[in-house]
Structures are given as C-alpha cells and as structure tokens.
C-alpha cells in the first residue's frame, strides 16, 4: 500500500461517508440508489462475491452502524 498519512485516511473515510449519505438520503436522485437497495438482479456465479465501497461505510469504526438499514436512517434523519 503507498505511503498514507493518518489525515489522508481520515480525510478518505470523511469523504466516502458523506457521498455515501448523500445517496441514501436521496438527493442524489432514484436511480443511485437501485443498486443500494438491491433492486438490480445479477448473478455472479460461483465466485466469491467482490466487497464494494459500500462495504467500507457499513463497517461499524466508520459509520458507527452495522447494518445497511441503519446507515441509510442515519443518513435521512442527518440535517
């Protein structure tokens, strides 16, 4: 991994977290949050399914949540 500073991570997680907000809250619109909410079908076969940045917001150290659900309430209850 490159060499990253403590603030530069810190600064990553702040910025992922917010996007991550903006989604669930829903001003990012309908269609961002498809996938989100898991409306899409897909199937990937025998592989082992792949983490996506969503996994990292969901991850409690950074959200303080531990579900999906429970990102997304904090996320439309945020002013």
Same mark, same amino acid.
């Given at each position: @991994? $490159? ?5 530069q991570? =810190? =600064?990553l @997680? *702040?910025?992922?977290?917010g996007y $991550?907000g903006?989604i @669930? *809250? !829903?001003? /990012? ?9 898991? *409306? %899409?079908e ?7 399914? *792949?983490?996506?940045w969503?996994d990292?917001? %969901?991850?409690?150290?950074?959200? !303080?949540?531990t /579900?999906? !659900?429970?990102?997304? =309430?904090k $996320?439309?209850?945020r002013?």
């Amino acid at each position: @991994m $490159a060499d990253v500073s403590e603030r530069q991570l =810190q =600064q990553l @997680m *702040k910025r992922k977290l917010g996007y $991550a907000g903006h989604i @669930m *809250k !829903g001003s /990012s619109g309908h269609l961002l949050q498809l996938p989100r909410e898991g *409306k %899409i079908e897909r199937n990937r076969g025998q592989q082992r399914p *792949k983490r996506n940045w969503m996994d990292h917001v %969901i991850v409690k150290e950074w959200s !303080g949540s531990t /579900s999906y !659900g429970d990102t997304k =309430q904090k $996320a439309e209850n945020r002013e």
